[in-house]
Nanobody, 124 residues
């Protein structure tokens, strides 16, 4: 079992930056691939970024590629999402998620554990 708690959301102006954190507890964090997803009002949950257990490989949605960076610190059992050049369309609840295996994934159904979400609002 893995418990995930996100933090770092908030209100930011367009062009600004935020860093989200996802603190994990429970079973060994370092063996889980991690991902970030987001859900805007009236829309389905969408993939944002994913990272392998080692942190050596990352994948991003086209909409955030070049602006967001996913990373992890297996000593601190924490994953991060550094968001830059934020746009109003990035406004959503952001969720971190963990797989039961080390390989990354881009679909919500591939993930076994989810955090409660943190709100990110980007004003124009």
């Amino acid at each position: 079992q893995v418990q995930l708690v996100e933090s770092g959301g908030g209100l930011v102006q367009a062009g600004g930056s935020l860093r989200l954190s996802c603190a994990a507890s429970g079973r060994a964090f370092s063996r889980n691939a991690m991902g970030w997803f987001r859900e805007a009002p009236g829309k389905v949950r969408e993939f944002v970024a994913t990272i392998t257990w080692s942190g050596s490989t990352t994948y991003y949605a086209d909409s955030v590629n070049g602006r967001f960076i996913i990373s992890r610190d297996n000593v601190k059992n924490t994953a991060y999402l550094q968001m830059s050049s934020l746009k109003p369309e990035d406004t959503a609840v952001y969720y971190c998620a963990a797989r039961s295996i080390a390989l990354p994934g881009s679909r919500p159904e591939q993930y076994d554990y989810w955090g409660q979400g943190t709100q990110v609002t980007v004003s124009s």
